[in-house]
């Protein structure tokens, strides 16, 4: 399929929250030389505020054959290769994505938000149409949405990696997943449920699968084969409105849950076969751009922990070498790693 074909609608801007932790006292016997049984403090049991990346989850129901396996497949592939975490089906999400497809089809669009007034109307946003389904409130509900002649199931998981918010969008802290692919259309939900303190439409950064504090992440992976051409307009909102065509995106990403959480950029580079250098620009959240490298571009939809480089043109054949140096929270991370353009 090619990239031109792929329409997509955009994910919803990352939401923060810084969160305080609430303290407690100790009890003891007051100076009494008596041994004495402490008075003790019922305790309600804490809930954990997120878990570790899965790494298998139940197998899905969707039957052989089917284009949402594919799609199911796919996407927890790559997440299972970045340390992500897999997804776990829920057959509410499914539900509402398999409705706002049909709303789609029926009003010629691709889009996240319904109208009321409009055929096939379930909910205003992607969470409403999820709690219509008869899913919790109690979560945050994200979506990627796609339209394109012929796509299937494995064109509409893979699409998303060859962008910049889809991509981030997909490989964030998310827990369930529910799809929907056919009619030449395709929706995936996604919902954060551990840790959620409320619900709402939009990945909340907290909560749900967080990697490890040193853990980090990066797209295309080590040894990763990819196309070399990504279409900019073909992403809502546009990445690069003065590109007509640029490179693969290269994204590298940190855990960053808490409000406080940064990345910040002293060095995000490319070189091509042979060690040329490939023209490029770093894309940096908004928080990060006062302390990384001067050249970096502020882009507030990025999340907190996620920073990309975008070639400002095509990528030809051949081995690439990525490098990258900066700071989560002021401590220091550097990595290299090579994929490959076909």
């Not at 509409?156 to 529910?178: K, M, P, W």
């Not at 709402?200 to 967080?210: N, P, V």
């Not at 073909?234 to 693969?248: C, Q, R, V």
């Not at 808490?258 to 894309?283: H, I, K, N, Q, Y």
Request: proline fraction near 7%; glycine fraction near 12%; include cysteine.
């Amino acid at each position: 399929m090619q990239n031109s074909k792929l329409t997509l609608s955009v994910l919803a801007t990352a939401m923060t929250l810084a969160l305080a932790a609430c303290g407690g006292g100790g009890g003891g016997d007051g100076g009494s030389k008596n041994p004495t049984t402490p008075p003790t403090t019922p305790t309600t049991p804490q809930e954990p505020t997120s878990v570790p990346p899965a790494t298998s989850v139940p197998a899905a129901t969707y039957p052989s054959g089917d284009q949402r396996l594919e799609a199911y497949d796919s996407l927890n592939a790559i997440r299972l290769k970045l340390g992500v975490g897999t997804l776990k089906q829920d057959a509410v999400l499914d539900t509402a994505a398999d409705m706002h497809l049909n709303y789609m089809k029926l009003n010629g669009q691709v889009t996240h938000l319904e109208a009321a007034d409009k055929a096939g109307f379930t909910g205003a946003t992607p969470y409403d149409q999820v709690v219509a389904a008869g899913g919790s409130k109690g979560q945050w509900i994200g979506q990627v949405a796609a339209g394109a002649g012929g796509i299937d199931g494995k064109d509409c998981a893979d699409g998303f990696r060859r962008t910049v918010y889809h991509l981030q969008g997909i490989t964030s802290n998310q827990e369930t997943v529910g799809i929907a692919v056919h009619d030449n259309y395709c929706v995936i939900n996604f919902g954060v449920v551990t840790g959620a303190k409320g619900g709402g439409y939009g990945l909340a950064q907290w909560g749900g699968q967080q990697m490890a504090a040193n853990a980090m992440a990066y797209y295309p992976a080590d040894n990763d084969v990819v196309l070399g051409k990504f279409t900019p307009a073909s992403e809502s909102p546009n990445p690069a409105p003065d590109l007509a065509f640029a490179g693969h995106p290269v994204m590298f990403r940190v855990p960053a849950p808490e409000g406080t959480d940064v990345l910040t950029v002293t060095s995000f580079t490319l070189a091509g076969p042979g060690g040329a250098s490939v023209p490029a620009r770093v894309l940096v959240p908004s928080k990060a751009k006062p302390s990384s490298v001067a050249s970096s571009i502020e882009d507030a939809n990025l999340y907190a922990g996620v920073v990309f480089l975008l070639p400002t043109q095509p990528l030809a054949a051949g081995t690439y070498t990525a490098t990258f140096s900066g700071a989560r929270n002021g401590s220091a991370i550097s990595r290299s790693w090579s994929f490959t353009v076909k």
